[in-house]
């Protein structure tokens, strides 16, 4: 690992690449005593450092960090369409020239080219933005959207991240599909299943890997319609599998993989279900209440590269986003957009966003070296370096000496504590032991 490249990695990013940036899109127009790269500095570590901070709060890091004499209502001032702009494009740039590389050593992964894992995560926002960003309502606020989010596993990138309102269904969100890489293994759950997505990435050349959508028509290898619930009354396994066809016009020939659920799982499934079912006014079916007691995969994906096992433990792969997005809310606050502008609040979630793609990669570099590496605990010490980090950005070799004390920090105080119960989705990989889908 040279630290030096990446001192020098995050120089470029924060000081020639933000004046440049600053300039095409308008930010700076003329001299200011607030440049592109210090209102850059300013909010990312600024908010990095409190992400609860208050104009008032960045302010006053502004002057002790960066000795730039500001105002709350200074820095108001300075939040308008063109620093959307500008931040919005710096995020862009943060994903491309910040990422860091660092390859997990998971044998049955090397077959893949890529191993995308694609979530969402909401936010509400004031209810005076909902025409900019319409919520979903009821108990939630009227206004909110969502991040989309595609994870590179392989890597640990953020290989593609973009902000929709609150209201559009995953299974619209079609964006990221033009991105699949030939060879790639593609995770999601059940909100983006579509048939047009499956076609899409088979089409590619590239895998998929997925929950089931009940309610879709089967069809067997010879294309007669097949009876799922039928199917599964009759199996006496607890796992097994199926070769099958979805989608009659173009076929997509898959295997559908089915396990069954534990009973506490089966329980809590059918309650929430019912809970939802009464909301809405209705009842569920018998139907489909049996078939929660079953959690069903479907892939293309052949025996020989994947067998049954090993698709129960990839899938649960996509836990790691999960993982990912509680970071981003319990450490970097993203649900915890102040202002009631719709410039400010994009500001906000840019900057934040930003801070976020900074901390990956200050920290993976020791992915390799550091299998129990506590995210949370690695943000925490990033977070408390975030004001020397600022005021160090000038220097090259005063960059580096920090960067070195705070990885030195992190392989002795970001460690995940020991639990001889608990076992990671990767070690777990690692050791070849069975997962629950």
Same mark, same amino acid.
């Given at each position: 690992?040279?630290?030096?490249?990446?001192?020098?990695?995050?120089?470029?990013?924060?000081? %020639?690449?933000?004046?440049?940036?600053?300039?095409?899109?308008?930010?700076?127009?003329?001299?200011?005593?607030?440049?592109?790269?210090?209102?850059?500095?300013?909010?990312?570590?600024?908010?990095?450092?409190?992400?609860?901070?208050?104009?008032?709060?960045?302010?006053?890091? *502004?002057?002790?960090?960066?000795?730039?004499?500001?105002?709350?209502?200074?820095?108001?001032?300075?939040?308008?369409?063109?620093?959307?702009?500008?931040?919005?494009?710096?995020?862009?740039?943060?994903?491309?020239?910040?990422?860091?590389?660092?390859?997990? #050593?998971?044998?049955?992964?090397?077959?893949?080219?890529?191993?995308?894992?694609?979530?969402?995560?909401?936010?509400?926002?004031?209810?005076?933005?909902?025409?900019?960003? #319409?919520?979903?309502?009821?108990?939630?606020?009227?206004?909110?959207?969502?991040?989309?989010?595609?994870?590179? *596993?392989?890597?640990?990138?953020?290989?593609?991240?973009?902000?929709?309102?609150?209201?559009?269904?995953?299974?619209?969100?079609? =964006?990221?599909?033009?991105?699949?890489?030939?060879?790639?293994?593609?995770?999601?759950?059940?909100?983006?299943?579509?048939?047009? $997505?499956?076609?899409?990435? =088979?089409?590619?050349?590239?895998?998929?890997?997925?929950?089931?959508?009940?309610?879709?028509?089967?069809?067997?290898?010879?294309?007669?319609?097949?009876?799922?619930?039928?199917?599964? =009354?009759?199996?006496?396994?607890?796992?097994?599998?199926?070769?099958?066809?979805?989608?009659?016009?173009?076929?997509?020939?898959?295997?559908?993989?089915? *396990? %069954?659920?534990?009973?506490? /799982?089966?329980?809590?499934?059918?309650?929430? @279900?019912?809970?939802?079912?009464?909301?809405?006014?209705?009842?569920?079916?018998?139907?489909?209440?049996?078939?929660?007691?079953?959690?069903?995969?479907?892939?293309?994906?052949?025996?020989? $590269?994947?067998?049954?096992?090993?698709? @129960?433990?990839?899938?649960?792969?996509?836990?790691?986003?999960?993982?990912?997005?509680?970071?981003?809310?319990?450490?970097?606050?993203?649900?915890?957009?102040?202002?009631?502008?719709?410039?400010?609040?994009? /500001?906000?979630?840019?900057?934040?966003?930003?801070?976020?793609?900074?901390?990956?990669?200050?920290?993976? #570099?020791?992915?390799?070296?550091?299998?129990?590496?506590?995210?949370?605990?690695?943000?925490? %010490? /990033?977070?408390?370096?975030?004001?020397?980090?600022?005021?160090?950005?000038?220097?090259?070799?005063?960059?580096?000496?920090?960067?070195?004390?705070?990885?030195?920090?992190?392989?002795?105080?970001?460690?995940?504590?020991?639990?001889?119960?608990?076992?990671?989705?990767?070690?777990?990989?690692?050791?070849?032991?069975?997962?629950?889908?």
């Amino acid at each position: 690992m040279d630290t030096s490249r990446l001192s020098a990695k995050l120089q470029r990013f924060f000081l %020639r690449e933000a004046e440049i940036t600053g300039e095409v899109t308008f930010f700076v127009r003329r001299a200011s005593k607030l440049s592109a790269s210090l209102m850059l500095r300013g909010l990312v570590f600024g908010w990095l450092a409190n992400p609860l901070a208050s104009l008032n709060d960045l302010a006053a890091f *502004f002057q002790d960090h960066l000795a730039v004499p500001v105002t709350a209502q200074g820095l108001h001032a300075r939040i308008h369409r063109y620093t959307v702009a500008f931040f919005k494009t710096m995020f862009r740039e943060a994903l491309m020239d910040l990422s860091q590389t660092v390859p997990v #050593p998971i044998p049955v992964l090397r077959q893949f080219s890529e191993v995308n894992i694609t979530d969402s995560t909401g936010i509400s926002l004031p209810a005076c933005l909902k025409k900019r960003w #319409p919520g979903s309502g009821g108990k939630a606020s009227p206004a909110g959207l969502k991040i989309q989010l595609v994870f590179e *596993f392989l890597t640990g990138t953020f290989k593609k991240v973009w902000v929709t309102n609150g209201i559009t269904p995953d299974q619209a969100i079609t =964006r990221h599909i033009s991105g699949i890489q030939r060879g790639s293994l593609n995770l999601f759950d059940l909100a983006y299943f579509s048939i047009a $997505r499956l076609r899409a990435i =088979r089409d590619k050349g590239a895998f998929f890997l997925c929950r089931f959508l009940p309610s879709t028509t089967v069809y067997d290898t010879a294309g007669q319609k097949l009876d799922l619930v039928a199917l599964l =009354r009759r199996e006496t396994r607890t796992r097994f599998e199926v070769a099958v066809q979805i989608g009659r016009l173009l076929p997509i020939a898959c295997r559908l993989c089915c *396990f %069954r659920a534990p009973e506490a /799982v089966v329980n809590r499934r059918r309650r929430q @279900a019912k809970r939802k079912a009464k909301k809405q006014g209705r009842t569920p079916t018998k139907q489909t209440l049996y078939l929660l007691g079953w959690t069903i995969l479907v892939t293309n994906v052949s025996v020989s $590269r994947l067998d049954l096992n090993h698709v @129960a433990r990839l899938y649960s792969l996509r836990w790691q986003v999960e993982l990912v997005f509680k970071l981003w809310k319990s450490q970097m606050q993203v649900d915890h957009i102040a202002g009631l502008r719709k410039e400010r609040v994009q /500001v906000e979630l840019y900057a934040k966003l930003i801070g976020l793609v900074l901390f990956r990669c200050l920290a993976m #570099p020791l992915r390799s070296e550091i299998v129990d590496l506590s995210p949370g605990k690695a943000f925490k %010490r /990033v977070a408390e370096y975030s004001g020397r980090l600022s005021e160090q950005m000038a220097s090259e070799s005063q960059l580096t000496t920090l960067i070195d004390r705070l990885h030195d920090l992190l392989r002795r105080f970001a460690t995940r504590d020991r639990r001889k119960t608990h076992i990671t989705t990767v070690q777990r990989l690692l050791m070849g032991g069975d997962a629950y889908a």
